[in-house]
């Protein structure tokens, strides 16, 4: 671009004419351009300096209402503080208490421990002479009891023996009884048919 435009300015002398008087008119329009961003500039400035000024006053207002406001604080703090000493003060006389009432109760407790496991060994002790006892009354009575079912046992064959000698007798006596049924049986059979044989030769008689 830069030879293209060095050419046309040696061989066209109207270009450079007019090529010199673009760049003035450039340059012109710049100064303009320039002086009016020096006012811009110098303005602003002036804004800026007097914004940092109000900032500056508004910081220094600040700065007292926050060290009135610090102080208050400190005060506040210095009561709080205060306060707070007195309820860990008042927080471990309550947990000394507390572990006191706590010692005594187990200290109490403690002690219904040993009596109670004295009582439970008094119980156990008491318990296992009941059961000796109930064993040995056990014992007595299942012996007993055997006596008992070995005198049944020995009854209850005699009865056996008697009832099967009973039946026996009874069967013997059934017998005996049968054979004199079937002997009257014979005997009135025959006596029948006599009586029977009568009327026949009367009937022929006749």
Known sequence: MGNLIDKLK?????????????????????NDELVNLHSTISSLRDQLENQQFLKNKEIQDAILQTADEIKQLQLTITEQRNQLDQLKFDKKEAIQKEIQASTDEINQLKKSCTALRDELENLKFDKQESVQKAILESSQEVKELKLSITDLRNELES???EKKEAVQNAVLNSNNEIQQLKSSSQKLREEIEKIIQNYENKLKKD
């Open 10 to 30: 040696k061989e066209k002398p109207a270009f450079l004419v007019e090529f010199n008087e673009f760049v003035q008119k450039i340059k012109l329009e710049n």
């Open 159 to 161: 009865l056996k023996f």
